[in-house]
C-alpha cells in the first residue's frame, strides 16, 4: 500500500509537469468593491420647498463654485427690463434669475445698487411709506466668494468691498429674529421673493412663494426651514423666477434691476 501511494504521488506529479492535472482551481479573489460614489451637490440647485403648507421654489447657490450677480442695464445701455431679455443675453450659463428689489417708474433701483464694484445709486436711508422703508430695511451683496445680508446701516458702517450690492425693504430675519414689525400672519398676501445667507456666508439662498403669503410666514421659511439668520425682503406681486431646472420663465410687468447665478 505505501508503494501504491508513492506511485500515485509520482504519477499525479507528472502530470501537473505536464500541465495537465485537472484538479478544482482555487477559486479567484473577489473583485474589490468600489466605494460607493456620493454624487457633488450642483453649485445651483433650485427645487421645490414647502413651509407651513406653502408652496415656494427655492434656488440655493454655492459661491464657491457658481457667481452671483446683478444686471440691470443690457449693453445697449437701457434696462434688461424682464428675465427672458436677460436669460436671451446670458445664454445657457445663467442657472437661474429673479428681480433683485424694488424700482421706479424709469425701472431704476430705488436704493443702492452696486454692479461690477461701481456704486451706480446710492444708498437710500430716508423714511417714507411703503415695505421698502419699513425700517430696518437691508442690503444683499456679494464679495467674492462670499455674500451678506446687513442691515441698511450696518451696511454703511461695515462699508464691505462688495462687488454687487441691491438695497430693498423690509429686513425679513435680523439675526434669528423676525422683523419686529412683522406681525406672526397679518392682513397682507402676496407672492413674494427674498434672499437669506446661511451662516457660513457661502451660501447664498432665493425663494419666491408660489401662491400669496403674508410677511410673517415668508420670513420664517428663511429662519426655520432655510436656515438664514438674516434674510432680505426684494419685492412683493411682480415677483418673477427664471429657472430651466422648474421650466420656469415668468412672464411679468418690466422689472428693474435682476439678480442671478452664473456658472464659472
Known amino acids: 500500500m505505501a508503494t501504491i501511494g508513492v506511485r500515485a504521488g509520482r504519477i499525479g506529479a507528472l502530470l501537473v509537469g505536464a500541465g495537465l492535472w485537472l484538479g478544482p482551481a482555487p477559486a479567484p479573489a473577489a473583485p474589490a468593491t468600489p466605494a460607493a460614489s456620493v454624487p457633488a451637490s ?3 440647485a433650485c427645487r421645490p420647498q414647502t413651509h407651513e403648507g406653502q408652496a415656494y421654489s427655492v434656488c440655493t447657490v454655492d459661491l464657491r463654485r457658481a457667481r452671483v450677480k446683478l444686471f440691470w442695464r443690457g449693453p445697449d445701455g437701457l434696462p434688461y427690463g424682464s428675465l427672458s431679455r436677460l436669460a436671451g443675453q446670458q445664454g445657457d450659463k445663467l ?3 429673479m428681480n433683485a428689489g424694488m424700482y421706479d417708474t424709469g425701472l431704476g433701483p430705488v436704493g443702492l445698487y452696486v454692479e461690477d464694484g461701481r456704486e451706480l445709486k446710492a444708498a437710500n436711508t430716508a423714511n417714507g411709506p411703503g415695505n421698502f422703508h419699513m425700517k430696518p430695511n437691508g442690503v ?6 462670499k455674500a451678506g ?3 441698511t446701516g450696518r451696511y454703511l458702517k461695515a ?5 454687487f450690492a441691491t438695497q430693498s425693504g423690509p429686513m425679513l430675519v435680523i439675526n434669528n429674529r423676525i422683523h419686529p414689525k412683522i406681525s406672526e ?4 398676501q402676496k407672492i413674494r421673493n427674498g434672499v437669506g445667507v446661511r451662516p457660513d456666508g457661502r451660501t447664498a439662498v432665493f425663494a419666491i412663494s408660489e401662491a400669496p403669503v403674508t410677511f410673517g410666514a415668508f420670513a420664517r421659511l428663511f429662519r426655520d426651514t432655510l436656515g438664514c439668520p438674516n434674510a432680505l425682503f426684494l419685492d412683493g406681486s411682480v415677483s418673477s423666477l427664471y429657472a430651466p431646472a422648474l421650466g420656469r420663465q415668468d412672464l411679468s410687468r418690466p422689472l428693474g434691476p435682476l439678480v442671478g447665478a452664473v456658472t464659472k
Open 42 to 44: 450642483p453649485a445651483v
Open 185 to 188: 400672519d397679518g392682513p397682507s
Open 149 to 151: 445680508v446687513l442691515e
Open 140 to 145: 444683499f451683496y456679494v464679495a467674492g466668494d
Open 95 to 97: 442657472a437661474f434669475a
Open 159 to 163: 462699508h464691505p468691498k462688495a462687488e
